[in-house]
């Protein structure tokens, strides 16, 4: 038995049909960059998620990167970030010379703490970046209500949650929506994934939105008239032709995880040392991870008997991004990401296990804990 995190080969093998005309015509067409397939892919995501504007760009760190950019971030700035994240968050704020204000998460969701951000919020905080972690939605309607009365602007980190849905005022919007921009990434191990790098920015605001495209290709309105300090950062033409196909298939993608996920769920509810993801805050959770926390200092155990068994699985992420040594300047404690670092361990989730899979790891983990008591 061999059960990995993601199984990208055979993810292709299913798209090749599909996909591999598009390819071709890319090919054929001489443009590689900036192509009116990229232009077509962007129209076509920007009515998936029913937002006004769609900025492709050349990966999700760029994305957020390049919202900070748009919104005029700068040295002297606060930006509120989660201290139990992907590293990215923090990269940008700190390449833009502006300052990371880091504040906990919570423990049964992963994401910012809402009292600690309400703490952390002073005159020189500018913008908060909510990172929907796993797939899981942020606490966002005090999020939104915070920022709100303090005229902060909110930069929502979709990587690990597009498709993922919040119900704000009565009515559901897809994450990375809502915010003033929403970010995003088409690395290969996400929901939505190209056979690359690549990236994308959305917002609603058309003032907002005419910045980004501009800052995303060197800043220039049009050719050799740059109105703005730019970046380098472009979607393939070919990663749009790919994007473009994978997107139909989205929904998908997210239906057959949540599928898995309500397996995980039914099978280890009984387990006293586990403690299993909850679905979500407010909408749809999109499963980018399903993530366990695991008690009584049994988690590495655990990991180890797993991969004995031929089942991968991740610690996402072993550490506070404050303990690692580029951010320990910026340190403080944050227990509660200290504790998930200790605790959390992600189980293989993607779209082509079988539900006798996910039966094979749930029997091992219960094995597992059985020979414990
Ligand atoms: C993947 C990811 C990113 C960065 O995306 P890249 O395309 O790899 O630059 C940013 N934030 C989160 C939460 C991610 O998971």
């Known amino acids: 038995m061999s059960i990995r995190m993601i199984d990208l080969e055979a993810e292709y093998v299913l798209l090749a049909e599909e996909v591999l005309p598009v390819i071709t015509k890319v090919l054929k067409s001489g443009s590689y960059i900036q192509g009116k397939i990229v232009r077509d892919f962007e129209q076509d995501l ?19 990167q390049i919202s900070l950019m748009a919104l005029g971030i700068q040295a002297g700035d606060e930006v509120i970030i989660p201290a139990f994240s992907y590293i990215a968050v923090a990269e940008v704020v700190c390449l833009l010379g502006a300052t990371p204000v880091f504040v906990d998460v919570d423990e049964t969701y992963f994401q910012l703490a809402i009292a600690s951000v309400q703490k952390a919020i002073n005159l020189k905080t500018k913008a908060i970046i909510p990172v929907h972690l796993f797939g899981q939605s942020a606490h966002f309607e005090a999020l939104c209500e915070l920022a709100q009365r303090n005229k902060i602007k909110i930069i929502e980190d979709c990587a690990q949650a597009l498709g993922g849905k919040y119900s704000i005022d009565g009515k559901e919007k897809f994450l990375g929506s809502i915010g003033d921009f929403g970010c995003t990434s088409f690395f290969p191990t996400k929901n939505l994934s190209c056979f690359g790098d690549g990236g994308a920015l959305f917002t609603n605001d058309d003032e907002l939105a005419a910045r980004a495209r501009m800052i995303a290709n060197h800043g220039q309105k049009k050719r050799y008239d740059h109105h703005l300090v730019g970046v380098n950062s472009r979607l393939d033409s070919l990663q749009a032709g790919i994007l473009k196909v994978k997107l ?21 509810k009984n387990l006293k040392l586990v403690e299993l993801p909850d679905n979500c805050l407010a909408g749809q959770n999109s499963w980018h991870q399903f993530t366990i926390k695991v008690a009584n200092g049994l988690r590495n155990p655990l990991k180890e008997h797993l991969t004995a068994k031929g089942i991968d699985s991740m610690i996402y992420y072993p550490m506070p991004i404050t303990d690692q040594i580029a951010y320990q300047s910026y340190g403080a404690e944050f227990p509660v990401a200290q504790k998930l670092s200790y605790e959390v361990l992600s189980l293989p989730v993607h779209q082509l296990l079988t539900l006798k899979d996910i039966d094979y790891i749930c029997a091992q983990i219960i094995a597992f804990f059985d020979a414990r008591s």
């Not at 998620?49 to 050349?58: A, E």
């Open 248 to 268: 139909t298939k989205l929904n998908q993608v997210i239906e057959r995880k949540s599928a898995i996920a309500e397996r995980y769920k039914d099978r280890l």
């Open 46 to 64: 920007a009515q998936y998620l029913n937002v006004k504007h769609v900025i492709s760009c050349g990966n999700g760190t760029d994305a957020l």
